[in-house]
């Protein structure tokens, strides 16, 4: 008798224990183009290889619960991902072109396992129930050589193939050297089509993280030795099983707790060293211990050393903080960045000034920073923050005076020309101009009753009789009294917008388009997160037309779930350690060896 697959005594099981069902199953019909749509869903969904449906054991499944089932070859597979794929482009393409905002991208790159340059670009935009949506259009292979010209000419193509040419607002981008290619090349062809707001003068905007990330990195430095030590440590014990066990025996002897894993920080992002510090601090003990019983373990750091990383961790986490809220892409984030520059500037002054000379001098490195990069913001981040209605120009004023009291007059001056010049592109012309273009398009499609409409027509026709008569919506809502911060720490911007589009229908829609830029490009790098996965060790020679089929398609029927057995780092299995099951394990040794049979 042959070898039994675990499958195959699955199904005898629940056949001996169940046989009515497994007859009833036989039985039923089954629509093979739903069956099939399921199995290019799953693939995309967990990233199964395409040769996924021709395993035994899946067969095997399928079989029993329905002998009916037409089982599918991996090409059969790889075609419906790629007709899904298809179909579902049309389906988003087609929901930019009737959506009446402007759109925002980001942009970056990334180099698979083996090497092959690939460009990921997402798209931002309020949708028409006034929700921010993202998407990833592209992940597509690009080949060298990858400058800013080459790749500002692959944007524009990618822009032509979308149809969305003419409604880009802004494009967000790190501080890679070819970036200023890239945005120059764009914005000399989308100002001959003079299809940009303001002739491009708030095209570009840098990432906010990229940003934050030089300026912590500058402070790290100070301290580089002692977290080189925690970087190494980590590295060591977690590539050895035997050395995992004894330090969760080191755990378990001084009776700490494994609420955090153990983690091995990725050096070019700070946030992860943050997270790799944290970790550490909490295990301090136990890493000490360790130094003890392990002979060959070099890493141990002084106890002078574990007080530096201490007053770091004190340190960063306001700055961790300010990451992580920038990283959002379900909520605007443009109308929090100034607030936040605010608050690190006001940090560092107050740590600058600290009786403690090592965050003395990290504050002093990181300052420096600050000031190179706070002074090639893009205006369109102050005007976000005006168009927040618990903020407005008032607070912008008082940033600025706190910034740098001596220019804080000439900034505001010229941000307050800028707000007036960006909501002269978005005034309607005349007011004869038609509901259906003058409104968000939700109230031309909406399928209210005609009296409701009517009541809604005259309220935009009196709010531009008024406009026109007296000042303007701007104006008007500048005088308005501030939402209360206190009362509403949360407030939902995009819908605030939504509830006044009638008393301000130009500026409303101008606020759509300005809260909808992202001030990061986490977007377009944790696509990379997923494309790690896509084209990883093991499925590292899948064609890239197959590879964007199936990120893409993942990206715009899933979205932002949190989807079982998906990991949002790509990396994360490979520096990141649970410790619970070794000290689970070392427990039920006890306890075998205490209790013998």
Known sequence: MGPTFGTTNLKRHLEKHNPDKAKEGQNEPIDQKTYREKMSLAICRHNYAFSFVEHKGIRD???YLNPIARHISRNTAKSDILNLYAREKELLKAELALISSRVCLTSDMWTSLVSNGYMCVTTHYVNINWVLQKRVLIFRHVPPPHSGVVLGHFLIDFLKEWGIEKKIFALTLDNATCNKGVVDVLKNHLSLMRSLVCEGKFLHVRCGNH???LIVKAGLAKVDAAIGKIREGVKYIKNSEVRLEKFAECLSNLGLPCSKKLRQDVPIRWNSTYQMIESALLYQQAYIHYDLVDPDFRHGLFEDEWKKVEIVATFL?????????????KYPTTNLYLPNIWRIEMLLVEHKRSKDPMMTEMATSMLKKFKKYWESYNIILSIAMVLDPRYKLNFVKFCFSKLNSDSADQKVKVIEDNLKLLFEEYLIPSTTTSLSTSLPEEHACSSRNQMTEAFEEFDMFQSQLESS????????????????????PNLDVLGFWKDNKLRYPELSLMARDVLSVPITTVASESAFSTGGRVIGKFQSSILPANAEAKLCTRDWICGQEDLDGFKSDSDEDEIVVDLQPYVDKL?????????PQ
């Open 61 to 63: 499944i399928h079989s």
């Open 211 to 213: 940003i934050l990330n």
């Open 317 to 329: 986490r306001p700055f961790y903080d300010i990451t992580t809220l920038f990283s959002g892409c």
């Open 469 to 488: 008569t007296s000042k303007t919506q701007l104006e008007l809502y500048l005088e308005e009294a501030n939402v209360d911060r206190k009362t509403n």
């Open 587 to 595: 427990r039920d040794h006890h306890i075998s060896k205490d209790n």
